[in-house]
């Protein structure tokens, strides 16, 4: 009875911090515009925000509620994701284009509430639509609540530490043809750190990104992934990293000699400045297992550098990485990752009353009469879960859930793959590569103790899927390789101290599970955040239905919502 009643009160205290958030009210404003990039290679406009590429940063602490004022002052339609906030009662600006809003459009403004409740950490925000997230990004710091300890000892400093993808041509362009074509989009031109490629990169050696160090210290790296379309394996040479977080949420410390992270994840990292005095690269390559799948195998850099009175190598040395298709070295990081039950835990679901077991597949579409497709044998390239490849509608789904407005989506998003096949054979038959084509989603009732089951196929061509939910995180139960076995995985769970997330890595040809409450009313979004598997239509909505009472029960929208 002490134990029940010990983990009660948590739950309360949990849920205090909910109501305690709408006392706080920070404000933000965000400045959406072209500006001029002179540092890699060429000379373009790029799509920013307040000038800055990456973006600005949100600092917060745990449980409150700010305000951003999007401005869009670009070119192009726009939304902002605030990608692992789980904004309870809130979908309205939660942000992904045409699922809970209309993009703002050139000229126009949209006040975006941010309402934090559990989270601690490392998150981010992005673009939500088409590939404007490439240049559109930037870090969430959370702090625990005031006058609360951090649970591991506090480090001297902190820098942030984020991935991403650097195009020569215009990013948007690249997009444009991928989709007009049916082909893969091309690839990037390199990866970059806090917006520079490194050392290795001719155009960037003077702004080659530094982390400026003292021995004996400790260096908190707020770490993101925004890459458009690779996984990444980092390191820092002759230096161990500890993972004290993941998206949001503090974890059990594992320390590793690299780390392998997806794009749409995050992670708190500890660096401890423990070696000689001297120059040593931090560096990021991609982990991709797709057969024949093209990828950029370019290497980013930035510098530790110590204090002190030494002279430094000419160049330093560059950690050692796994080889880009090292499944058993991805797969034997990622799922060595433990909660932490220090902060609040929502316990692991014991009895579940829904279960999705979803397929997610590369697939292709036949040639429209009249095109040229570029696309394996003259097709098109698309993707799917469960067979049906999701096509966005023109009306926002939250906006036609609320208002009841019919033909903008169907419910019944099929719980069992419609077909049954050893998902993971060398060889599939060419029949399975045609998916359906259709905007459905899942319904679901408050408070439903949701099991999905992702189960990676070789249709086309088996690669590794990082999937995100918008609204929750989960608890990731299971991983394996090859088909889930309903009977025998189940019983190797982890219902302990499972990782408690918002991005999972299915493995290629592997299976993962994942476990959550639906208490959070609205319309969410569930994706490959591999964004050309995004655009392919790798993606579905559930939709948590209300609640018996007024605090589970989603309000009216903001009155300024962008108009479709």
Known sequence: M????????????????????????????????EAQYTRLCSTKNILTVNGNFPGPTIKVHRGETIFVDVYN??????????????????????????????????????????????????IWWHAHNNWIRATVYGAIYIYPTKNTPLPFPKPDAEIPIIFGEWWLNDVNEVF???????????????????????????????????????????????????????????????????????????????????????????????LHANQEPNHYYLAARAYSTGVGVAFDNTTTTARVEYSGNYTPPSSPSLPSLPDFNDTQAAFGFITSLRSSPTRCPVPVPINITTQIVTTISVNTLPCPNGRTCLGPNGTIFAA??????????????????????NGVFKTGFPRFPPFLFNFTADSLPLTLNIPKQ??????????????????????????????????FSFYVVGYGLGNFNRSRDPMNFNLVDPPYVNT?????????????????????????????????????????????????????????????
């Open 176 to 270: 444009r043809q991928s989709m007009e074509t049916g082909a893969a989009p091309n690839i990037s031109d390199a990866l970059t750190i806090n917006g520079q490629p490194g050392d290795l990169f001719p155009c960037s050696m003077p702004e080659t990104f530094k982390l400026n160090v003292e021995q004996g210290k400790t260096y908190h790296l707020r770490v993101v992934n925004s890459a458009m379309n690779l996984i990444l394996f980092f390191s820092v040479s002759q230096h161990n990293l500890t993972v004290v977080g993941a998206d949001g949420m503090y974890t059990k410390p594992l320390t590793r000699d690299f780390i392998c992270i997806s794009p749409g994840q995050t992670m708190d990292v500890l």
């Open 73 to 122: 002052k670009g070119n192009y339609n726009i939304t902002l994701h605030w990608h692992g906030v789980k904004q309870p009662r809130n979908p309205w600006t939660d942000g992904p284009a045409y699922i809970t809003q209309c993009p703002i459009q050139p000229g126009k403004k949209f006040r975006q509430k941010l309402v934090f409740s559990f989270e601690e950490g490392t």
């Open 2 to 33: 002490a134990s029940v009643k010990k983990l009660f009160l948590q739950i309360l205290w949990c849920f205090s911090l909910i109501s305690l958030s709408s006392q706080t009210r920070s404000h933000y404003s965000f400045v959406v515009r």
């Open 384 to 405: 799917s879960m469960n067979n049906i490849s999701f096509q966005i509608p023109s009306i926002d789904i939250l906006k036609a859930y609320y208002y009841h407005i």
């Open 438 to 471: 259709g905007t459905k989603v899942s319904v679901l009732n408050y408070g439903a103790t949701v099991e999905i089951v992702f189960q990676g196929t070789n249709i086309v061509g088996g690669i590794d899927h990082p999937i995100h939910l918008h609204g």
């Open 504 to 564: 999972v890595i299915v493995p290629i040809n592997g299976w993962a599970a994942i476990r959550f409450v639906a208490n959070n009313p609205g319309v969410w979004f569930m994706h490959c955040h591999l964004e050309r598997h995004q655009s392919w239509g790798m993606d579905t909505v559930f939709i948590v239905k209300n609640g018996k009472y007024s605090n589970q029960t989603l309000p009216p929208p903001p009155p300024d919502m962008p108009p479709c």
